[in-house]
Nanobody, 116 residues
Framework: QVQLVESGGGLVEPGRSLRLSCVAS????????MRWYRQAPDKERELVAQ????????SYANSVQGRFTISRDNAKNTVYLQMNSLKPEDTAVYFC?????????WGQGTQVIVSS
């Protein structure tokens, strides 16, 4: 059974940082490309960042480029999203996504609220 469990969300002031984690199980993590998406209230889900299975290739949405960093630890079956210089418009539920040989899977999401 595939599981993606996100953590690390919370309430943070503008300009501060958070690190999200997503622990994966039930599939061969090393072979899976991983993504972080987010969905703000009344908005469509958007792709924030993605990383190749080896971690050598990453890409970002324009809105987070230079502020967010995606990384992975294949020994721990974990993908991270380091979010710096957070803005109120980063407020959303953040979802981990795995592209595996058997299909695409989603985590349950973790809420991030950026507010003073």
């Amino acid at each position: 059974q595939v599981q993606l469990v996100e953590s690390g969300g919370g309430l943070v002031e503008p300009g501060r940082s958070l690190r999200l984690s997503c622990v994966a199980s039930g599939f061969t993590f090393y072979y899976a490309a991983m993504r972080w998406y987010r969905q703000a209230p009344d908005k469509e889900r958007e792709l924030v960042a993605q990383i190749s299975n080896t971690g050598q290739s990453t890409s970002y949405a324009n809105s987070v480029q230079g502020r967010f960093t995606i990384s992975r630890d294949n020994a721990k079956n974990t993908v991270y999203l380091q979010m710096n210089s957070l803005k109120p418009e980063d407020t959303a539920v953040y979802f981990c996504n795995a592209i595996t040989e058997n299909g695409v899977y989603w985590g349950q999401g973790t809420q991030v609220i950026v507010s003073s």
